[in-house]
């Protein structure tokens, strides 16, 4: 599990992130005043969670 990684790892998996980052996006370009939603990275599976604020 992530609470027993060293900081290397730490580091790698944020490299990894980064690179795995979806592009931005404007809200307005989506028809919307405001993001109704968050991303969260899940390191073990390489994925981009989104879900809605509410």
Do not use: C, N
């Not at 900081?7 to 005043?33: N, S, V, Y």
């Amino acid at each position: 599990m992530m609470d027993t990684w060293s900081t290397e790892q730490i580091a790698d998996a944020e490299g990894q992130a980064l690179t795995r980052m979806p592009p931005a996006t404007h809200a307005g370009d989506l028809g919307k005043t405001s993001i109704d939603q968050y991303a969260i990275y899940d390191p073990e599976s390489g994925d981009w969670v989104f879900a809605d604020f509410d």
